[in-house]
C-alpha cells in the first residue's frame, strides 16, 4: 500500500510540488506565528530567567513582576540571610518607567541594583562597561541602535539625565527593555531609601531553591518566597493572561488562516487525482484500501510540507533578529508537536471527505469527470 501511494503521488510531480509547497507555506506561518508569540513572551521575563537568583522574596501577596508593585522594608534582606541554607541576598529595586533617548520614548524595566552585586545585574554586555556608577545607567544595545544612542551618550531614566556607560544583549522584547542604575540613585530619585522591591536570593551549594524557599517563609514575616522556576511561571502565566492582545490576535489569526489552508490544499489535492483513484478502483482496489491511499497520500504530502515549513522557520528565527533584535522568535517543542498533531488530523479528515465521495462513485463516472 505503502509503495502504491508513494507511485500515485509522484505521477504528476508538478502538481506534487504544489500540494507540497502550498502546505509547507501554510505551516510555515503557523509556525513563524507562534514562534514570534513565544519569543516575545520569553523575553518579557528574561530577568527572572538570567538574573541569577535561585529564589525570589516578594511582598506578601505579590507573585509576578509585571501589573504589580513590591514594597519590602530595607531590613528584610538581613532577616532573609540569616535564614540556613542562604548563601547570598541582594535587594533590588524596581519599576516600569519611560526611558527618554535621541527624541524617542520607551517602554523599559528599570533595575536599580546595589554596586558589586553578585546577582541582579546586567549578563551580557555587548559593549562599554559592566559597572555602574551613580549618574550612570546601563542599556539594551537594540534600543540604543534605535535611538541611535552610543556608549557614553547621555539619555533620560526616571526623569533624570543620565551616562549610558554600557550596552547590554538580549535584555530587550517588542514590548518592553531591561535598563539598569545604581540602587542609590533608584532610592533617591524615588524618595524611598528604606524600601526594597524583591530580594534575590542565593542557596548555598547542595541546598534546593524549594527547600531554603520554604525556610524563608517560615522565618520572615509578611513575605511571598518563590523560587526561579515559580516566579518565571506566575509571570509567563500572567502575560498569557492579560497576553500582549495584539501578538495573540495575530498568532491565533495566522494559526487558523494556516490550517484552513492546509485543509483546503489537501481537499484540493485529493479531488485533483479522482481520476487515479477511478483507476485504481477499476483494478479491484476495495474501498476500504482507497480510503488508505488516500490517507496516506495526504499524511505523506502534509508530512514533506511540515520539514519544509519547519526547517524555513528555524531558518528565519535564526535571520530575522539579525535584522531587528527586537523581533526575538523562538521555537518551542510544545508548539512544534502541537502544529504536527492538528495538521496531521485535519488532512487526514480533509482527504477522507473527498475520497468518501469518490468511493460512492463507479469508476468509469470517476474518469469521466475528469
Do not use: C
Not at 556608577?133 to 543620565?162: C, N, W
Not at 488508505?292 to 528565527?317: P, W, Y
Amino acid at each position: 500500500m505503502f509503495r502504491l501511494a508513494v507511485s500515485n503521488l509522484a505521477q504528476n510531480k508538478a502538481r506534487l510540488l504544489i500540494s507540497v509547497g502550498g502546505t509547507g507555506l501554510a505551516l510555515t506561518l503557523v509556525l513563524f506565528f507562534g514562534a514570534v508569540f513565544t519569543g516575545a513572551t520569553g523575553r518579557l521575563t528574561v530577568y527572572i530567567d538570567r538574573a541569577g537568583a535561585d529564589v525570589w522574596v516578594s511582598q506578601a501577596g505579590v507573585r509576578t513582576m509585571h501589573m504589580s508593585a513590591s514594597a519590602l522594608p530595607a531590613t528584610a534582606t538581613g532577616e532573609v540571610k540569616a535564614v540556613p541554607g542562604v548563601e547570598e541576598a541582594v535587594p533590588i529595586l524596581y519599576a516600569e518607567d519611560m526611558l527618554e533617548a535621541g527624541g524617542n520614548q520607551f517602554v523599559v524595566y528599570v533595575f536599580g541594583v546595589p554596586a558589586d552585586a553578585p546577582m541582579g545585574g546586567p549578563w551580557r554586555i555587548a559593549d562599554g562597561s559592566a559597572v555602574i556608577r551613580p549618574g550612570e545607567t546601563i542599556i539594551d544595545h537594540a534600543i540604543a541602535a534605535r535611538a541611535g544612542v552610543s556608549v557614553g551618550d547621555r539619555i533620560t531614566v526616571l526623569g533624570q539625565e543620565m551616562k549610558v556607560v554600557g550596552l547590554t544583549s538580549g535584555a530587550s522584547s517588542l514590548v518592553s527593555s531591561v535598563t539598569f542604575v545604581t540602587m542609590d540613585d533608584f532610592a533617591r530619585v524615588r524618595g524611598g531609601g528604606s524600601v526594597i522591591s524583591f530580594v534575590l536570593v542565593k542557596v548555598a551549594p547542595g541546598e534546593s531553591p524549594g527547600a531554603v524557599a520554604a525556610r524563608i517563609a517560615r522565618d520572615v514575616d509578611g513575605v511571598t518566597v518563590q523560587t526561579r522556576g515559580e516566579f518565571a511561571t506566575q509571570e509567563r502565566k500572567l502575560i498569557n493572561d492579560m497576553s500582549a492582545d495584539l501578538i495573540n490576535i495575530m498568532n491565533t489569526a495566522g494559526y487558523l488562516t494556516g490550517l484552513a489552508v492546509v485543509v483546503l490544499t489537501v481537499y484540493i489535492a485529493t479531488i485533483a487525482r479522482r481520476k487515479e483513484y477511478g483507476v485504481l478502483k477499476a483494478i479491484g482496489v476495495r474501498n476500504r484500501r482507497l480510503y488508505q491511499v488516500v490517507v496516506l497520500q495526504a499524511l505523506m504530502s502534509v508530512a514533506t510540507g511540515f520539514v519544509a515549513g519547519l526547517g524555513l522557520t528555524l531558518l528565519l528565527t535564526i535571520v530575522i533578529p539579525q535584522f531587528d533584535e527586537l523581533l526575538v522568535l523562538s521555537l518551542s517543542a510544545g508548539a512544534v508537536l502541537r502544529v504536527a498533531a492538528i495538521s496531521t488530523v485535519l488532512a487526514g479528515v480533509a482527504a477522507l471527505l473527498p475520497a468518501r465521495q469518490i468511493a460512492g462513485l463507479e469508476p468509469v463516472a470517476i474518469i469521466r469527470r475528469r
